[in-house]
């Protein structure tokens, strides 16, 4: 059975920085592509970062230069490093795991303010 865990989410100011992490257990992710998603109250779920078995990664252009996502297939995770922070980054955040079906993890609250 696939699981997905998502940790460190926290408050942070603006310009302070976090990272996030997600424990996959039941499938390697060094096998498929896995990503970070988004949603922050009243807004869709956007996708925030994604990484291939092939180490392609694509980012949401509200991200790029300022996120970074990566696997550490030895500990099974896949993490993001988020930098730079602005209250627009506020939402709770879903690790997933692609495919049919997709799997998602019960996520992990990000705030952003003073």
């Known amino acids: 059975q696939v699981r997905l865990v998502e940790s460190g989410g926290a408050l942070v100011q603006p310009g302070g920085s976090l990272r996030l992490s997600c424990t996959v257990s039941?499938?390697?992710?060094?096998?498929?592509?896995m990503g970070w998603y988004r949603q922050a109250p009243g807004k869709p779920r956007e996708a925030v970062a994604t990484?291939?078995?092939?180490?392609?990664?694509y980012y949401a252009d509200s991200v790029k230069g300022r996120f970074t996502i990566f696997k550490d297939n030895a500990r099974n995770t896949v993490n993001l490093h988020m930098n730079s922070l602005k209250p627009d980054d506020t939402a709770v955040y879903f690790c997933?795991?692609?495919?049919?079906?997709?799997?998602w993890g019960q996520g992990t609250q990000v705030t952003v303010s003073s």
């Open positions: 997933n795991r692609a495919g049919t079906p997709p799997y």
């Open positions: 039941g499938t390697a992710v060094w096998a498929t592509t």
């Open positions: 990484i291939t078995r092939g180490e392609g990664t």
